[in-house]
């Protein structure tokens, strides 16, 4: 499937599938979380073909999500091959792409590996590929440190292997794989990379073991592990597959909504929360490409198209009544429209207005979830007619 096909399938998929699944059903939901609403209360028919568009609309995300990381290898490649400025900022458009796409997937992975017996494997994933903050001198020379990093640790013998054992080895922030990792080596330390950082050295009698080259060779080899990640979860996933599918599948339609909405409020918790620093001192995901706000932006939209997707359709008009859907879309576009003014690292922006963001995404969690209640304006109150009497 090529990226073109990728794309359509997706948009498909988000914009105009869901819109024809509820059909007629639509009678509200009682305000409760999903766990406490009997399977009569929602069409089986309706939860198995939303569920499973949400499936398929996850594998089109995480395909195209790898199609973007194999073409991040390649520039990669090209910047190794050729080292110049050209390569270098290409380069970091394609880790861009791959980064906001992968960001865009979050919500899906957070489904697939909601099993029990998944979790820890799901968690084993998204610390290889988006542990952050990374730690730049546990991988590069920092000022002040010229020995420090991989690249000047001749002991570590630079495979991939070693890399993934190397990885988060004694403290968080030490991120030897993953896209941050990354970020580092195509973005430099101090922000301030060159495509010169990358010209091999064939000088010495072990030109292997030069900074410049074990820079080199880091980078290809990160950039190798990433896809490498991508590709085994784009394996996975297909209905006919694996555990991944197999397990889902399994459930009944209305429990697989009752995982999707469980691990959507999880994604909120534990995924877009930590993005927005409480204070000026907090770690930002990408402050070095300044993609922090971007890739919120992804996850925010793949929670929206399946929550509220164009031409409705989604969980939400399935799952809650109309005064809750309405007060979803609502907190949607006010979280939006907030980011968008915002900073990008988060670090620059108005504490005032992340911390208005935080309530807004604690409320969307909420209204999700069921538990927030909407009170009833007035004018969705019928009128009273009250009879005439003569007297």
């Not at 914009?15 to 305000?31: D, S």
């Not at 949400?54 to 995300?61: F, H, L, N, P, S």
């Not at 630079?158 to 993953?178: F, I, K, P």
């Not at 592990?225 to 991944?244: S, Y």
């Amino acid at each position: 499937m090529n990226e073109h096909s990728i794309r359509h399938l997706l948009v498909a998929l988000l914009l105009g599938g869901l819109a024809v699944l509820v059909g007629c059903e639509k009678k509200p939901v009682p305000h409760k979380a999903i766990q406490n609403v009997a399977p009569q209360q929602v069409s089986k028919k309706a939860a198995s073909d939303l569920s499973l568009a949400i499936w398929e609309a996850g594998q089109a995300q995480v395909l195209h999500a790898h199609a973007s990381v194999e073409t991040l290898q390649r520039a990669v490649g090209a910047l190794l091959a050729q080292p110049g400025e050209d390569q270098l900022e290409e380069a970091r458009l394609a880790w861009l792409d791959a980064h906001r796409e992968f960001a865009a997937t979050l919500p899906y992975i957070q489904l697939a590996f909601s099993p029990v017996d998944l979790r820890s494997q799901g968690r084993k994933l998204l610390l290889a590929l988006d542990s952050w903050p990374a730690q730049a001198g546990y991988l590069d020379t920092v000022p002040g440190y010229s020995d420090s990093g991989i690249v000047n640790d001749t002991a570590i013998e630079l495979t991939l292997a070693n890399l993934r054992r190397q990885h988060r080895l004694t403290a968080h922030e030490e991120a030897s794989t993953g896209f941050h990792a990354l970020e580092v080596m195509l973005w430099g330390p101090t922000s301030e990379r060159t495509a010169e950082d990358f010209v091999a050295d064939s000088n010495g009698e072990k030109p292997e073991a030069l900074a410049v080259n074990r820079r080199r060779e880091l980078t290809r080899l990160i950039a190798k592990g990433i896809e490498e990640d991508m590709a085994g979860l784009a394996r996975r996933w297909p209905t006919a597959a694996n555990n991944l599918s197999r397990e889902y599948l399994a459930l009944g339609p209305v429990a697989r909504l009752q995982q999707i909405r469980a691990a959507h409020t999880q994604v909120i918790d534990e995924q877009v929360l930590p993005r927005l620093p409480e204070g000026s001192e907090s770690d930002v995901e990408s402050g070095r490409a300044a993609d922090s706000k971007q890739a919120l932006l992804a996850i925010m939209a793949t929670l929206q198209s399946n929550w509220i997707p164009t031409g409705g359709g989604g969980m939400a008009e399935v799952l809650l009544d109309r005064h809750q859907v309405n007060a979803l879309e609502q907190t949607f576009s006010e979280f939006e429209a907030l980011l968008l003014k915002m900073e990008d690292p988060f670090e620059l922006a108005e504490l005032g207005r992340l911390a208005q963001a935080r309530k807004l995404l604690e409320q969307m969690a909420g209204l999700m979830a069921g538990t927030t209640q909407v009170p009833i304006s007035e004018k969705d109150v019928m009128p009273v007619s009250l009879p005439v009497t003569e007297g």
